[in-house]
Each structure stands twice: as structure tokens, then as C-alpha cells.
């Protein structure tokens, strides 16, 4: 067995935190750095602030100096920055893509051209880096219609225009620009949203897990569309016959279409799907864990995750088995400050997040810092109150009895994390009682 190493996590998030918890009860964690860290993750171990992730060679030289066997990059931007590339070439054995095969979350074109080439379902589209063609291709469609900004937009880049004008304006919002900018248009599919998640390592993929986020910002869907306001897993929509089919069609082409390209994709694979009445298809990928999705996975981790994220970085999964316990779900409950998407009042104080945590509660913390022995709210998102039990239903009340018991008048929260999912065990309930 591989002796105990050091561990780097970048990023500074509610999904480094859920990481970190994680990452820190692996036998094979002899102590864990966080770049830059929050107050949650220095609960697992030490924060590096001082650390900028942004100086690659910096990092490169910190995990010399420390000796660390393994980096972990939690977010997007680093790795379409190329960090893991560094590291590689460092010999710093580095989970995430390279930043070659990071272009499938930092280019919402080149997937779609990944698509188009691959035959992967996914909905029609265009690309368009200038105004009068895309406005042109608007009022050809009409509405309802999708305008998404190519590039990083931290999961805010995206309108579901139920209006020409709506669409118009998106689409003068990113290519307006004095700099110009790059967009997708594309169909507007139906159906239900879910992600899927996979484990990949350049040739092979494991699946590791679903689960269903709530982008809008307001209960009942309403309002703008944020980075995510909470989330459940598992998502039984997803159903076996539809994870096969997901990895068949969607998962498989892309690690065949990504190494011949010459940039085989190891990391974790994020598919936000659209289960149509024509089966499930593409919205588009994510390159790492979501957020706050990572917060509902991996508190049903049934293994050690540190091995398996090794062996990725390494390239050979073929030994790893990892899963999630099929008999646990979980449901988190993202806290924001008001005003959030948009601007935010920081410095608000959180009073009961530390201590509302329970055997089957974890607060993970996103957008805090401390000022002494007081916690403070320092972003939009700021805590997720992540719950198991036994049924999305049994941990969704014990998340929203933990939300009550912090207190921040500051924050808000939606009252319908779940809610669907808690209707359709309640239907199979019902109809299950009826059969009987």
C-alpha cells in the first residue's frame, strides 16, 4: 500500500470544502494544504492564503517544498489556465484536466463542435462572434431560444430567452463587448435537468454518481440563474437504463473524440443533461466537481476517495472501484447574501453555523472569513447545509432543521430544495402501497 503523502486542494469554495472533508479522512492523507482555503476547509487542514494560485510557478515550487504527492484542482479557471499542465510537467502527479482538454467547460463552441463531429445528442446550434449575424439567426428561430457566453461565467453565463427581445439583448450583452466576445445559440430543449458525473482517467470513465441542482435563484425556478441555490442526490430520473445510455452516447465518444485530438481527458466529467423525449442529450460539460453538487456527493462516498483521484492523475483506473452508498441520499441547502446574484453586502455575521452540524449534517462553508472568533458572510453564496438520509425527503427535513438553527438575518435561502424528487418518492410510495 502506498504510504501517506501530502495533499494540495486549490480553490477557496463550498465544493474545496466538501473536498476537503473528504479528502482529509483518507488514510493516505498525511496532512492536506488548501490554496487559499475558507474558514471550513482549515477545519481539515491548512490554509495557504499566502499562496497564489495564480503564479504557477509558485505552486510548483511550494509543492516541492512540501513534498506533496498529489494536487487536487477544485475549480474551472485554474484548469483552463493550464495549471495542471505545470504540474505535470513538473512531475507533480495532478488531478484535473490539462488545459487542452479543459476547453470542454472553457468553451461551450468547442464542445459543441466535439458534439456535431462525435454524433453526441445535444441540442441544435450556432456559433457567432459577431452581432448582425447572431441577431440575424435569432429572428430566423424566434423564441423560446438559448444564448449562452462561450467562455468561464461561473454557471451565470447562460439565458433561456422566452422572448426575442430577451435573446437580443443577451446576445448584446456578450458581443457588444469593446473587446467583442464569443457566443452559442442553440434550441431550446425540454425536459428535465440532471447531472451526471464521471470519473476518467484519458481512456476510461467510471461513473461516480448524479444528482439535481436549482439554478434559479427563487422558489418554483423563478428569477435569474446563479452558480446554485441547492442540490440532491442521488436523482432517480436518472435511472439505469438512462446511465447507460449517457455513457454510451454522451461519456464514451467524448474520451474517444478527446484522445484522438491528442488531449485525453482525466479528471472529472461533468455532464449537465436534458433528459428529452428523445433520450438524454448534452447541455454541456463541466471539467470538475460541481458546486454545490460535490456537496451532496460526497458526504455518500462508501470509499476512500484519495486512491481513486491518484489514480486518475496517473492515468490507470483499471484497479479502482468507487462508488456511492445506494441506501443514503443527501440534500444541500445553499445559504446566500441578499441582493445575490447580483451585488452583495459582505461582513454580515453568521451565528450557529459551527455548532448546527450533526451526525448527519455537514455545514460546508463557501463564501465566509473569520474576524476573530466571529464568522463572517464575504460572498454571494456563503454556506451549504448539506443532510443524508435514508430518502431525499428524510434528508431534506433534516437540512431545512439545520438551516433554522443558524442565524444570519442576512442570508436567504429557497424553501424547495428537493421538492420535486420528494414528490416522486412520495408518488412511488403511494403507488407502491397500492400494489401491495
Request: proline share 6%; net charge negative; charged share 20%.
Amino acid at each position: 500500500m502506498t504510504e501517506p503523502f501530502s495533499i494540495l486542494l486549490i480553490g477557496s469554495g463550498g465544493r474545496e470544502h466538501a473536498l476537503a472533508w473528504a479528502i482529509a479522512q483518507s488514510p493516505l492523507c498525511a496532512k492536506l494544504f488548501v490554496a487559499p482555503g475558507n474558514p471550513g476547509t482549515a477545519q481539515h487542514g491548512e490554509n495557504r492564503p499566502d499562496l497564489a494560485v495564480s503564479d504557477h510557478a509558485a505552486v510548483v515550487a511550494f509543492c516541492r517544498t512540501e513534498k506533496i504527492g498529489l494536487v487536487v484542482v477544485g475549480p474551472e479557471a485554474p484548469l483552463v489556465a493550464g495549471l495542471v499542465d505545470d504540474l505535470q510537467a513538473a512531475g507533480i502527479p495532478a488531478f484535473g484536466p490539462t488545459k487542452a482538454a479543459a476547453q470542454l467547460e472553457g468553451s461551450k463552441g468547442f464542445t459543441k463542435d466535439l458534439c456535431a463531429e462525435h454524433d453526441i445528442p445535444t441540442a441544435a446550434f450556432a456559433r457567432f462572434t459577431e452581432l448582425e449575424p447572431a441577431l440575424a439567426y435569432l429572428r430566423e428561430h424566434g423564441a423560446p431560444i438559448v444564448v449562452k457566453a462561450d467562455g468561464l461565467a461561473a454557471g451565470k453565463g447562460v439565458t433561456v430567452a422566452e422572448t426575442l427581445p430577451e435573446a437580443e439583448a443577451a446576445v448584446r450583452a456578450i458581443l457588444d463587448g469593446t473587446e467583442g466576445g464569443a457566443l452559442v445559440i442553440e434550441e431550446c430543449l425540454f425536459g428535465e435537468e440532471a447531472s451526471f458525473f464521471a470519473l476518467c482517467d484519458g481512456t476510461r470513465a467510471i461513473p461516480i454518481g448524479t444528482a439535481q441542482d436549482h439554478k434559479r435563484v427563487h422558489d418554483g425556478d423563478r428569477g435569474p440563474n446563479t452558480g446554485g441555490m441547492g442540490a440532491y442526490s442521488p436523482a432517480s430520473i436518472v435511472t439505469p437504463e438512462i446511465a447507460e445510455t449517457v455513457m454510451n452516447r454522451i461519456i464514451a465518444p467524448t474520451l474517444a473524440g478527446m484522445a484522438a485530438r491528442g488531449t485525453p481527458f482525466a479528471g472529472i466529467l461533468y455532464a449537465g443533461l436534458m433528459l428529452t423525449a428523445e433520450g438524454p442529450k448534452l447541455i454541456e460539460y463541466n471539467t470538475r466537481f460541481g458546486d454545490p453538487e460535490a456537496q451532496v456527493l460526497m458526504p455518500r462516498l462508501s470509499g476512500d476517495l484519495v486512491p481513486a483521484l491518484l489514480a486518475a492523475a496517473q492515468g490507470d483506473l483499471s484497479g479502482i472501484a468507487i462508488g456511492f452508498d445506494a441506501s443514503r441520499a443527501a440534500l444541500t441547502v445553499v445559504m446566500a447574501a441578499q441582493g445575490y446574484p447580483g451585488a452583495v453586502t459582505r461582513g454580515t455575521e453568521i451565528r450557529g453555523a459551527e455548532t448546527a452540524g450533526e451526525e448527519t449534517v455537514v455545514v460546508f462553508q463557501a463564501g465566509t472569513r473569520r474576524d476573530g472568533d466571529r464568522l463572517l458572510a464575504d460572498g454571494g453564496r456563503v454556506l451549504a447545509v448539506t443532510a443524508l438520509g435514508a430518502s431525499v425527503r428524510e434528508a431534506q427535513s433534516r437540512a431545512y432543521a439545520a438551516v433554522k438553527r443558524i442565524d444570519w438575518p442576512d442570508g436567504f435561502y429557497r424553501s424547495d430544495i428537493g421538492g420535486r424528487e420528494v414528490a416522486r418518492e412520495a408518488a412511488a410510495g403511494e403507488a407502491g402501497s397500492h400494489g401491495a
